[in-house]
């Protein structure tokens, strides 16, 4: 009787592992449950930064009317970061648990920044108005989901681009690691330059380099969880040099944190403030802007959404090893579906458009394999709207170690491109290096695109150009000159 009542709770247990084993597919694709949950845990600390991060994007900027996100003459800081959280949860779990994969989804940076300087601060507009934009923009964005057309695109991009989209996406990660870290910053007399005058000259650049170091020693040991045991340990040096040295942020000392300061808090929990979920005017921008002008705002937008995240879930399918022989990861139309439903949850939550984060391949570079390390992440998210003090211990010279790794396992796959066939050399290269200097997916996608039409075009090669690659390209070429188009419509 004994011997029952203790099997009892072990084959419970089994078979609840064993059906997550097999829904997530977890052992089929040569992970484990602890390598799921490290993953999704370094995911979720290297992107955690948005839920500061936003706020001060979105938060800190007046409408067109003179009052702030959540309303008001003052910041509404708090609301914003609560918010940003909670859609980010929600979508990180709902990606996981619909889409299998291992990517997460907050607010997209660059789109946020858009949103704030080039529609919601527009003369007449006011917040709620330019939220009603980035609703209308998801919409339209699934219904390109829904149709297939969005997949079909996605499918008609060679394969050998999909490969120099990873390779950029890798240099980008990088770049941006080394920037928001202060490693590179912009230079006397050059655009940018290492450290202070070439020198590690700050405490917070020490972290950066001892969290790269222990990095990639742990990962040329092939130890597991090597990336999160980069951030804690990076982590817990960062507390110490600033209760050392009381450096503060850079806003106040130029030595000082370049976001975060990794201070310990006075309190762990705080009950969110979710007033700002639904403040949003759908049709309103129509009535403060001429129609044509919101519709090219509306296009911006749905552009930079179309194709990032094309790039985002090649990479990260590659990085992972889950893509096939063309470059295709596994359930694509879901992931899709997914991320178009983001930038609506974004714009209904008030906080811009969500979308893939490229920084979930740290987390695949940790072992991360199937949906359960989004499922985590999201999880993540969920508890920071009541651990924000907790969570905002980790500055980014902490994290941004894991992006410069990151960056070189994905920046390997340059290996696998045709160097000797400049009709695939040229655009390849264009693409991945106008990532990182460009700053922008999306622009050395939209490069590489019309770079290749052209030399196909000029080559002879017309009839091996898909028909929706001349259409991308089309549309990139408009979505490179509506500056000029702007001009002339004087908006």
């Given amino acids: ?22 829904y997530f597919e977890i052992t089929a694709r040569g992970s484990s ?8 845990l370094t995911t979720f600390f290297t992107m955690s930064y948005i839920v500061v991060l936003n706020p001060l994007i979105i938060g800190t900027v007046a409408g067109g009317d003179g009052e702030f996100l959540g309303g008001g003459t003052a910041p509404n ?14 979508l990180s779990i709902a990606m996981g648990i619909w889409a299998r994969f291992p990517i997460a989804l907050a607010t997209g940076l660059g789109l946020n920044a858009f949103v704030a300087y080039g529609i919601a601060s527009r003369t007449g507009m006011n917040w709620p108005q330019a939220m009603g934009f980035v609703v209308i923009e998801g919409v339209l964005i699934t219904i390109l989901v829904l149709t297939k057309f969005r997949t079909a695109v996605f499918r008609a991009v060679p394969g050998f681009l999909k490969k120099a989209i990873a390779v950029g996406i890798g240099l980008f990660l990088a770049f941006i690691g080394l920037w928001d870290a202060r490693i590179i910053q912009p230079g006397a007399g050059v655009p940018t330059s290492f450290g202070v005058n070439g020198y590690i000259a700050t405490w917070p650049m ?105 790039g985002t879930m090649t990479a990260i399918g590659a990085e992972a090893g889950l893509n096939d022989k063309d470059g295709n990861p596994p359930r694509s139309q879901e992931i899709l579906m997914v991320d178009s439903l983001g930038a609506v949850a974004g714009g209904l939550g008030s906080v811009s458009s969500n979308t893939s984060y490229i920084e979930s391949a740290s987390g695949v570079g940790d072992g991360a394999r199937t949906g359960l390390a989004s499922v985590v992440t999201g999880l993540g998210f969920l508890l920071a709207m009541f651990l924000t003090p907790l969570y905002a211990i980790v500055p980014f010279e902490a994290a941004t170690p894991v992006l410069v790794v990151v960056g070189f396992l994905m920046v390997t796959q340059v290996a696998d491109i045709d160097w000797k066939d400049y009709r695939i050399a040229i655009p390849a290269f264009l693409t991945f290096i106008l990532m990182p200097f ?54």
């Fill in 1 to 22: 009787m004994a011997t029952d009542t203790t099997d009892k709770p072990t084959t419970q247990q089994s078979g609840i592992k064993g059906k997550l084993d097999s």
């Fill in 33 to 40: 449950f602890g390598s799921e949950i490290r993953g999704g």
């Fill in 77 to 90: 800081l708090a609301m914003v970061a609560a918010a940003t959280a909670l859609v980010a949860g929600l």
């Fill in 206 to 310: 020490v972290v950066f380099v001892i969290g790269l170091f222990v990095a990639i020693v742990l990962l040329a040991k092939k130890v597991r969880g090597a990336l999160l045991i980069s951030i804690a340990t990076a982590t817990v040096v960062a507390v110490a040099f600033e209760l050392i040295f009381k450096l503060g942020s850079s806003v106040d000392n130029p030595s000082g944190w370049a976001l975060v300061e990794p201070s310990l808090p006075s309190k762990i929990v705080e009950l969110p403030d979710l007033s700002l979920i639904g403040d949003v005017d759908l049709f309103g921008g129509f009535t403060s802007l001429p129609v044509l002008t919101a519709l090219l705002l509306i296009f911006s937008l749905l552009m930079a959404d179309f194709f990032d995240t094309m």
């Fill in 438 to 491: 460009g700053y922008s997916i999306s622009i050395g996608i939209g490069v590489g695109f019309i770079s290749y039409v052209v030399l196909q075009m000029a080559t002879g090669g017309t009839k091996k150009v898909h028909p929706l690659m001349w259409a991308s390209a089309a549309a990139f070429a408009i979505y490179f000159v509506l500056g000029p188009i702007n001009s002339l419509l004087g908006s």
